[in-house]
């Protein structure tokens, strides 16, 4: 029953803010549009807590600095993004070109300012990136990411990708790693869900000046334990190594 509930809430609401965004993408500027999305997904959380009955829990919030950062974070599910979100507003996020075949999604996305690319990656892909990034670092924004570019299930990892290098190194942007155990309430596309505290954690910061695999094998060593120390918290279990997904 929770479940169904947090369905019905889930599109409801997901149409009401998306026909209203829609609507005020026609006046000038971004900014509106970034207000009905900062409502949308507090909202959103909302009825994660009131029909699913999962609470989110924010931590590490003394890690968060007062200048343009890069969020690195965990991607377990849809949810992900609305409790980033919802924590920090206006954030130039990162999709793939998959939210593009929703009606009138590419026109809201583009108002927002969000970074899309190419789902299949390649040299078109980064190209993307590296534009599209610099609108939002000219504009003294902060970015959100998903390095590994793909929901995992809860315990598993995929090779985490080289674009948010470039982009700490390109913008003189710090990354400020997330964990998260949010796959254990609402996994990837799911549509059970199931009542519990969702944990999303900001991490030391990384500052940029590292070499690629450094940088990369730190970013994911930071993210992957603290993400199965926040499962193992949850669960009452040992901690286990997270395992690398290479499908």
Same mark, same amino acid.
């Given at each position: 029953?929770?479940?169904?509930?947090?369905?019905?809430?889930?599109?409801?609401?997901?149409?009401?803010?998306?026909? !209203?965004?829609?609507?005020?993408?026609?006046?000038?500027?971004?900014?509106?549009?970034?207000?009905?999305?900062?409502?949308?997904?507090?909202?959103?959380?909302?009825?994660?807590?009131?029909?699913?009955?999962?609470?989110?829990?924010?931590?590490?919030?003394?890690?968060?600095?007062?200048?343009?950062?890069? &969020?690195?974070?965990?991607?377990?599910?849809?949810?992900?993004?609305?409790?980033?979100?919802?924590?920090?507003? %206006?954030?130039?996020?990162?999709? +793939? %070109?998959?939210?593009?075949?929703?009606?009138?999604?590419?026109?809201?996305?583009?108002?927002?300012? !969000?970074?899309?690319?190419? =789902?299949? +990656? +390649?040299?078109?892909?980064?190209? =993307?990136?590296?534009?599209?990034?610099? %609108?939002?670092?000219?504009?003294?924004?902060?970015?959100?990411? &998903?390095?590994?570019?793909?929901? =995992?299930?809860?315990?598993? &990892?995929?090779?985490?990708?080289?674009?948010?290098?470039?982009?700490?190194? =390109?913008?003189?942007?710090?990354?400020?790693?997330?964990?998260?155990?949010?796959?254990?309430?609402?996994?990837?596309?799911? &549509?059970?869900?199931?009542?519990?505290? !969702?944990?999303?954690?900001?991490? %030391?910061?990384?500052?940029?000046?590292?070499?690629?695999?450094?940088?990369?094998?730190?970013?994911?060593?930071?993210?992957?334990?603290?993400?199965?120390?926040?499962?193992?918290?949850?669960?009452?279990?040992?901690?286990?190594?997270?395992?690398?997904?290479? !499908?």
């Amino acid at each position: 029953m929770n479940s169904f509930l947090f369905a019905v809430a889930y599109w409801f609401l997901s149409v009401f803010y998306s026909v !209203a965004a829609l609507l005020l993408s026609f006046l000038p500027g971004r900014k509106p549009v970034a207000w009905v999305i900062a409502r949308y997904t507090k909202r959103m959380v909302w009825a994660m807590r009131t029909f699913a009955g999962i609470r989110l829990e924010v931590r590490g919030r003394e890690h968060l600095i007062d200048r343009p950062v890069i &969020y690195a974070c965990k991607h377990h599910s849809w949810g992900d993004g609305f409790c980033i979100y919802s924590t920090i507003p %206006d954030l130039a996020f990162v999709t +793939g %070109d998959h939210l593009e075949k929703y009606p009138f999604m590419a026109t809201l996305l583009k108002k927002l300012g !969000a970074i899309v690319v190419n =789902n299949c +990656g +390649g040299m078109e892909a980064r190209r =993307n990136l590296a534009s599209r990034s610099a %609108d939002a670092a000219k504009d003294g924004r902060s970015i959100l990411i &998903y390095p590994e570019g793909h929901l =995992n299930a809860p315990g598993t &990892y995929r090779r985490y990708r080289s674009g948010v290098w470039h982009m700490m190194n =390109n913008f003189d942007m710090p990354v400020v790693p997330v964990a998260t155990n949010l796959g254990l309430f609402w996994q990837e596309e799911h &549509y059970k869900k199931t009542p519990g505290t !969702a944990v999303i954690e900001f991490l %030391d910061p990384i500052m940029p000046g590292m070499a690629k695999d450094e940088f990369l094998d730190l970013l994911r060593d930071r993210i992957e334990a603290r993400s199965q120390q926040l499962i193992a918290e949850a669960t009452n279990t040992p901690v286990v190594p997270s395992v690398l997904v290479t !499908a």
